[in-house]
């Protein structure tokens, strides 16, 4: 695969800063003929890709901790008196609120980390920080309304998250012969039906986020 490759884009695989990474049930005589099969010594898991998390334990949460960490870093470095309410709907949609989408587009996050965010977020919405905090007049699922109707259009993290993972599993449905549909087919639903599939013990979190979705 690695020779197709680098025929068809004129790019040389640099194997000296390649690292190869094996499944918890792969044997050391496996492990040793790829090694020197490929030409790459290295056997390590990075701990991110692209942002996210490359492993995860039982517990998403400590995978998932930084993204509200950052975000009341970020509330808490702007003074709420000195910002209109308006400008601190701005921050909270285009910014606060932006953050975990592309996490949440690919895995699910737990109940309690959602509050966490939501916590911040209303306590800068409301003029409060961490060491201070001021009346919510209005419960949040209240503000999550659409202006149209009422509230103030911000998000609620559950469903969102909800919501991006079932466009994931609308795009398996699209495209059926795409290399993800094909490669998570042939591992858990066989039978070619996404909706049908069971949610297997042993499944990985990215599986168990799909069918969380429909």
Same mark, same amino acid.
């Given at each position: 695969?690695?020779?197709?490759?680098?025929?068809?884009?004129?790019?040389?695989?640099?194997?000296?800063?390649?690292?190869?990474?094996?499944?918890?049930?792969?044997?050391?005589?496996?492990?040793?003929?790829?090694?020197?099969?490929?030409?790459?010594?290295?056997?390590?898991?990075?701990?991110?890709?692209?942002?996210?998390?490359?492993?995860?334990?039982?517990?998403?949460?400590?995978?998932?901790?930084?993204?509200?960490?950052? @975000?009341? *870093?970020?509330?808490? &470095?702007?003074?709420? /008196?000195? %910002?209109?309410?308006?400008?601190?709907?701005? =921050?909270? #949609?285009?910014?606060?609120?932006?953050?975990?989408?592309?996490?949440?587009?690919?895995?699910?996050?737990?109940?309690?980390?959602?509050?966490?965010?939501?916590?911040?977020?209303?306590?800068?919405?409301?003029?409060?920080?961490?060491?201070?905090?001021?009346?919510?007049?209005?419960?949040?699922?209240?503000?999550? @309304?659409? *202006?149209?109707?009422? &509230?103030?259009?911000? /998000?609620? %993290?559950?469903?969102?998250?909800?919501?991006? =993972?079932? #466009?994931?599993?609308?795009?398996?449905?699209?495209?059926?012969?795409?290399?993800?549909?094909?490669?998570?087919?042939?591992?858990?639903?066989?039978?070619?039906?996404?909706?049908?599939?069971?949610?297997?013990?042993?499944?990985?979190?990215?599986?168990?986020?799909?069918?969380?979705?429909?």
């Amino acid at each position: 695969i690695l020779d197709i490759y680098k025929t068809a884009s004129g790019q040389m695989v640099n194997r000296s800063k390649s690292a190869i990474f094996f499944s918890a049930n792969c044997t050391d005589e496996t492990k040793a003929m790829v090694h020197v099969n490929m030409e790459i010594e290295t056997e390590a898991l990075v701990e991110k890709y692209l942002g996210l998390p490359t492993a995860i334990g039982k517990s998403s949460d400590v995978q998932f901790e930084h993204i509200a960490t950052n @975000i009341r *870093k970020l509330v808490n &470095g702007y003074v709420p /008196k000195l %910002l209109s309410s308006a400008a601190r709907e701005v =921050l909270i #949609k285009a910014v606060c609120q932006a953050i975990p989408t592309y996490s949440m587009s690919c895995f699910k996050l737990s109940k309690k980390l959602c509050k966490k965010i939501t916590a911040a977020v209303a306590r800068f919405w409301w003029g409060g920080d961490e060491t201070k905090r001021k009346m919510h007049w209005v419960k949040w699922k209240d503000l999550t @309304i659409p *202006k149209v109707c009422g &509230g103030i259009g911000f /998000k609620d %993290l559950v469903l969102f998250n909800k919501a991006m =993972l079932v #466009k994931q599993g609308w795009r398996l449905i699209c495209n059926p012969d795409s290399l993800c549909a094909q490669v998570l087919r042939g591992k858990y639903y066989h039978e070619g039906n996404l909706l049908a599939a069971d949610n297997k013990r042993n499944a990985s979190h990215t599986w168990r986020a799909i069918l969380y979705g429909p």
